[in-house]
């Protein structure tokens, strides 16, 4: 394997964070006292030594940098102020924007005046578009007749092709990155795939990089102490991204449940249901749920509550602004439903509330939100690089 070396790397990682780690000389008090570091993923050293020597595709295949959750604790023990644990950050940012084939995220990550247009332009181009195809429809102010203001089947297949795109950009940027940990690793890895006993191992470490890593956080609850036990519970940082993460799925099952109910007959989307109601009662708990984790990650953005809200980009604020006001609108949606009479303010809600969302989902792999992409398939590879070590053993 040839190795390439990119002497503009380090220059280029700069424009997407605050680290400067040409100060660092390697001394390995970093990967020492990371709790997450370990025989099957170095970092953040060796990550850092890549970039100083302009090994791009070596640190672009690095399922390391997926590993790390910034806790911080290794820029508290670097002796020149590097700040690992920032560029480890910066790391997956330039990641991002590296499998990305369409340059978009570049452009959110490093340029915010810019990215915050484009992100208003794409909401607003939602918004007219819906209002346009559809037409300015009834306003009924007896019930909020949602789906007279907006067509659902308008709502429904811009849903679809919005999906489309965003499956089609997700699956360019995984063959990229998988490109790449297949040409720095492939050569371990492809012994563990291969193999009589290559399925177990497959369903294994699916398991633990969905289930019990990207889901259950047990890495980031039970090694990651840099808040506990100063914290309380309300405020630790894997409780606030679990709550975030299984609000987000909670809101989407509800929503394909409410329309698979409507495909079944069963009640028409949009209809007035009680609380108790299986798939409004999903969306109410997974709706506080993000509320509470995303509205506590701005606070603590806003005051620097971690290492991890000391440096915030364009493309952090914008992405929880984004999950903010689709979760916040959907609550609005949900009171002027059961208002009498309906009030007028509850379509245009509906219709900021619809955009923001088709929004939200398109921009997915463009911003931080495309850790969900990128982080299981990384955890995928390390469990796999585990188990075969853990065999070999
Ligand atoms: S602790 Fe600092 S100087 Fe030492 S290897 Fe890590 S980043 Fe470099
Ligand atoms: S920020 Fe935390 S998890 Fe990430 S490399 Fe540093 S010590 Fe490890």
């Keep these: 394997m040839t190795t390439t070396v990119d002497t503009g790397l380090l220059a280029d990682l700069q424009k997407f964070g605050a680290a400067d780690v040409t100060a660092c000389f390697s001394c390995g008090n970093c990967t020492a006292i990371c709790p997450l570091a370990d025989n099957d993923a170095t970092f953040p050293r060796r990550v850092i030594r890549y970039a100083q020597v302009g090994m791009k595709d070596d640190l672009l295949g690095s399922k390391e940098l997926w590993t790390c959750y910034h806790c911080g604790l290794c820029s508290e023990s670097c002796p020149t102020e590097a700040d690992p644990g920032e560029f480890m950050a910066t790391a997956r940012r330039y990641a991002v924007a590296s499998y990305d084939p369409t340059g978009l995220a570049r452009i959110l990550y490093t340029r915010p005046v810019l990215g915050t247009a484009i992100a208003v332009l794409v909401a607003a181009f939602f918004g007219t578009f819906m209002l346009t195809a559809g037409g300015l429809g009834n306003q009924d102010t007896t019930q909020l007749a949602l789906f007279d203001f ?45 193999g009589r006993e290559a399925w177990g191992r497959t369903l294994r470490a699916a398991w633990d990089s969905i289930g019990v890593e990207s889901l259950g956080q047990k890495r980031f609850r ?73 509205t506590m990650f701005m606070v603590g953005r806003r005051r620097r509550w971690s290492a991890s809200a000391a440096t915030s980009t364009g493309s952090d604020w914008m992405l929880l602004a984004l999950l903010w006001i689709t979760g916040a609108t959907g609550f609005l949606i949900e009171v002027a439903l059961y208002l009498p009479p309906a009030p007028a303010w509850g379509y245009w809600v509906f219709l900021l509330h619809v955009s923001v969302a088709m929004e939200l989902m398109l921009l997915l792999p463009f911003t ?18 585990k188990q075969k070590r853990a065999a070999s053993a």
Excluded: N
């Design 368 to 385: 931080k939100f495309a850790h969900v992409m990128y982080r299981p398939v990384a955890l995928f590879f390390y469990s796999l690089a």
């Design 222 to 294: 039970d090694d990651c102490h840099d808040d506990q036990p100063v914290e309380p519970l309300y405020r630790r940082r894997w409780v606030l991204h679990a709550l975030s993460i299984w609000g987000f799925l909670g809101l989407f099952v509800a929503t394909i449940s409410d329309w698979g109910l409507a495909l079944l007959h069963v009640k028409a989307t949009g209809t007035p249901v009680p609380i108790w109601y299986p798939t409004r009662l999903l969306g109410t708990v997974a709706g506080l749920a993000l509320m509470y984790g995303v």
């Design 150 to 194: 907006v067509p659902e089947g308008l709502i429904h297949w811009t849903g679809i092709g919005v999906m489309v795109l965003l499956a089609l950009a997700g699956v360019i940027g995984i063959g990229r990155m998988m490109r790449q940990v297949a040409r720095r690793d492939g050569e371990s890895l492809a012994t563990t795939v291969h």
